[in-house]
Every structure is written in C-alpha cells, then in structure tokens.
C-alpha cells in the first residue's frame, strides 16, 4: 500500500515536471503572432513626416531582433541616439521619444529587445543581463558602421538602463568606449524598491524551480504607471491596445535575471568613465532614486556625469503629463546637443536646463568615497553646499536637498536653473 502510494505521488510528481517543462521550460520560439503586428497608430503618423527604416538582425544564438531607425529631415544629421527599451515593452512604445529627437535634429534607433515587442522569444522572457548587454554591444557597433561620421549615445530605461551599465562596462573592458560619445540612464534598474521585489519565500522557490520552468509566469508583474495625481500623460500606446506590450505575470527567468544583473554589476560601477546624464523622478515607487544615486553616481569615475531630478516624476518619465515629459525632454536634448558640439563643461548653461528639474552635476561631489560601492549605509560620505564633506551613513535625500538660501552659495557646487546649489 505505502509503496504503491509512493510510486503515485512519485508518478504525479514526475508528470507535473513533465508539463512544467515543456510548457516553461528553456529553448527559443518564434513569435509570429507579434512579428505580423501591423504599425501602431503612432507609428503610422509618424511614417507621415519621416522616414523609417526597418530590419530583423540575426544573433549567433539563433534568435532574431526587430530594428528600426528613423531619419530626420535634416541631410546631415547631428548623431544617432540609440535606445534600450525596459521590462515589458517594446521600440514601437517610443514613438512620442522618436518624435521630439527627430524633429532636433538626431537619428533616432531602437531594436525589441530578445522576448519583447516583435523579436524572437517566449513574450516577457529574459534569459540574462549579460545577453541583452550582448545584443546592445552589437547594435552599437551595427549602427557604428551604419552613421560613422556623428557621435552616437546609448539610451536606456529601467531594465534598459541595467543593460546600458553591462553594455558600457564591456565597452570599456574591450577598449571600444570610443564608439560612444555618451550614455544617458533613465531610472535605471540598479536597485528595487522593497515592495517590488518578490517576498524572501517566493524567491527562495522561484530560484528551486527556474532551472525547470524559467519562462513561468510565477510572479507579480511591476507596475510602472505614472502616479495618479499626475497630469495626462504624452499621448502614448495603450497597454491594453498593445498587443506588443508584455502584461502577463513575471516570469521566473526573467525576475532572477534582473536581481542577478544588478548583483553583477553592485561592485563594478566605478569602473564607468563614459559621459552620462541620469534623469530621474522623484516620485518613482519602481527604482527609488536615492538608492542609485549612490551606487552610480557617487562611485563612477566618469567626469562628466549629471543627474536631473524631477519632483512627481513616476517611473517612465516620458509617459507622465506635460508638466514632467517637457522639461524631461529638454534637459535631455541639451545634453546630447552640449556634447554633440563637443562641450563638456562641468558646469552646463543654465539657459539649456529646464527650471521644472533640479541639476546636480556630479563633479561637486567627486571627493566622496565609500569604502564598499555596493552597500548603501556602509561608510559614505556627503557633501553639502561648503566645500566640506561629510563622514556618514548615505543620507539619501538629504545628499540631494536643495540650498534655499541663495547667500549660502559658496561656488563649489554646480548650479541649478534657479541659481542654487545643489
């Protein structure tokens, strides 16, 4: 009796693993369904005032990659601008992205990343950092070839800005930093805030059961929608009339993916010495903004590096209303436009920054040192308005508060639209 119960429980075991295997396990998959998605309506009117160009690039993984790039109606551009999508979206989303670098001037190109929009692969799936890290190093260099003779930037958002970091840091490890003039990071996913990370017993099983079933739809999907108190957003897809846009569950393989791309990365940071703009909202529940700030920032050995914070500004930045999307747009363009014409000041015009963000510019505070780079609250400094700094804990926004005097104004710090020091 015990045994024929056994080999039951034993069969049925066996049998489920069976299905959780071939239903999430491992493997590539086409994604026709996607690949034939008609052009979303933003797409089709932008089609109306510019050209778009479009390819699958194959990768020795034997996956494939949609990719698009638009031209402005400029003849001689003044770069390329090439960006890194986040979790669940997709190239096509950046539509309203696309509009306001085009109509300056820029190139504009993106590709879905491996599981995303119309490329291959099981829809929300991610198999590493390291992959899609891959996957941007040879657009970089595909889009090189394509426009050699103006500079090109690397943009990436959220997820997109952890593979950003990867794709910088191999870069550099392969000396090819050269071939971008600048990265720039939208709330990159360097850490995640407590009650976006999954519960310590769901991690623990998810980490059992991914070598089995990586693409199962196991955990709560992140929410990246705008605060409800914000104005209507730029004019974006709809989730839920995209069908390109990923809003299933996360999945297993991917979760893990992510916590162990920002693991490998905790302890490499200062190792980055790119130009870099970081924006970032101040309301973002997703990816907290003074947790990276110290681990990038404060830490990476770049001399040109700038952060713009924007007070209510959620997650996704250029889906928030007008009141966040326009001075977000502006202090990016003046960005790429300062080291397009090759001007790295370390103290920018304030007649290029939007008075709706707050600028910090990162020189200001190159004297901090942390003892250990990947733990925030473990021996770090700060510095205030003086040029002294300060031993302490990481202080989180009070390494970021705003001077509101004006006569306090010592000249070490760099200078926000409103002429305080930051």
């Known amino acids: 009796m015990l045994l024929e119960l056994a080999l039951g429980v034993a069969g049925l075991f066996t049998a489920s693993a069976v299905t959780l295997r071939v239903l999430y396990g491992p493997g590539e998959e086409e994604a026709k369904e996607r690949m034939d998605v008609p052009p979303l309506s933003l797409e089709v009117a ?75 692969g099981r829809h929300g799936h991610v198999t590493s950092i390291a992959e899609l890290a891959d996957d941007a190093l040879f657009m970089v260099r595909h889009f090189k070839q ?125 190792k980055l010495t790119l130009p870099m703009l970081v924006q970032h909202g101040e309301a973002d529940a997703v990816v907290p903004y003074d947790a990276y700030v110290a681990l990038l920032l404060l830490v990476a050995s770049s001399k040109d590096k700038t952060l713009h914070l924007y007070p209510g500004g959620g997650h996704l930045l250029i889906a928030e209303g007008e009141a966040v999307s326009a001075p977000f747009m502006r202090d990016m363009l003046a960005w790429l436009n300062a080291r397009a014409l090759g001007s790295t000041s370390s103290s920018p015009s304030t007649s290029h920054m939007s008075p709706e963000s707050s600028m910090i510019n990162m020189l200001a505070l190159s004297r901090c040192v942390t003892s250990d780079f990947s733990i925030p609250g473990r021996g770090g400094c700060w510095c205030g308005a003086t040029s002294s700094c300060h031993e302490d804990k990481w202080p989180h926004h009070r390494l970021l508060q705003r001077n509101q005097s004006d006569n306090e104004l010592s000249g070490h710090g760099a200078t926000s639209t409103a002429g305080k020091t930051l």
């Open 46 to 120: 932008l089609l109306k005032m510019f050209n778009r160009d479009t390819e699958y690039v194959f990768r020795n993984n034997g996956y494939r990659l949609y990719t698009q790039w638009w031209t402005p109606l400029e003849p001689s551009p003044k770069g390329v601008v090439l960006l890194v999508h986040g979790m669940n979206g997709h190239s096509g989303r950046s539509t309203p992205f696309f509009n306001l670098l085009l109509r300056d001037g820029w190139v504009a190109a993106a590709y879905d990343t491996h599981g995303f929009g119309r490329s291959t």
């Open 146 to 270: 394509r426009f050699p003779n103006v500079p090109l930037f690397l943009i990436g958002g959220s997820m997109g800005g952890l593979t950003v970091v990867h794709t910088a840091l191999k870069l550099q490890a392969q000396s090819d930093a050269g071939l971008l003039a600048g990265v720039i990071f939208h709330a990159p996913a360097l850490h995640v805030a407590a009650d976006v990370r999954p519960p310590p017993h769901v991690e623990f099983v998810g980490r059992l059961l991914v070598q089995l079933a990586p693409k199962l739809p196991l955990l709560p999907s992140v929410d990246a929608t705008p605060p409800p108190a914000n104005t209507p957003p730029l004019s974006m897809p709809e989730e839920e009339a995209d069908p390109l846009f990923y809003d299933g569950r996360l999945q297993l393989g991917t979760g893990l993916a992510v916590l162990a791309g920002i693991e490998q990365v905790s302890s490499q940071l200062h």
